[in-house]
């Protein structure tokens, strides 16, 4: 059974930071297009980032690019590191997976069609 449980979010204030972490069980962590979403109130649920750590392959949605960086830590966890934060951060971030043993691929990663598993969600706030 695939599993993915975040943790990290939280408060914090315009230009600050956060890392948010997401640990994967139940797949080979390695072969998996592991993707960051987030979903804001009255919005569409948006992908961020998204990596697969066996071929390295990583993308980033234009809106976070050069200010989000995704990597992956120990343990089959996967972070995505918030750096200068702006109030339209704000949003419920998931991690999640398609878990078909796929890489990151340009034309797809960003679609939630695609997606099998998702974690529980986590908050960040970033206030003005």
């Known amino acids: 059974q695939v599993q993915l449980v975040e943790s990290g979010g939280g408060s914090v204030q315009a230009g600050g930071s956060l890392r948010l972490s997401c640990t994967a069980s139940g797949l080979t962590y390695r072969d998996n297009c592991m993707v960051w979403f987030r979903e804001q109130p009255g919005k569409e649920r948006e992908a961020v980032a998204a990596?697969?750590?066996?071929?390295?392959?990583i993308r980033y949605a234009t809106s976070v690019k050069d200010r989000f960086t995704i990597s992956h830590g120990t343990k089959n966890t996967v972070w995505l590191q918030m750096n200068s934060l702006e109030p339209g951060d704000t949003a419920v971030y998931y991690c999640a997976t398609p878990g078909l043993g796929n890489d990151c691929y340009s034309g797809s990663w960003y679609q939630g069609r695609y997606i099998n598993y998702w974690g529980q969600g986590t908050q960040v706030s970033v206030s003005s």
């Open positions: 990596m697969n750590r066996g071929t390295g392959t």
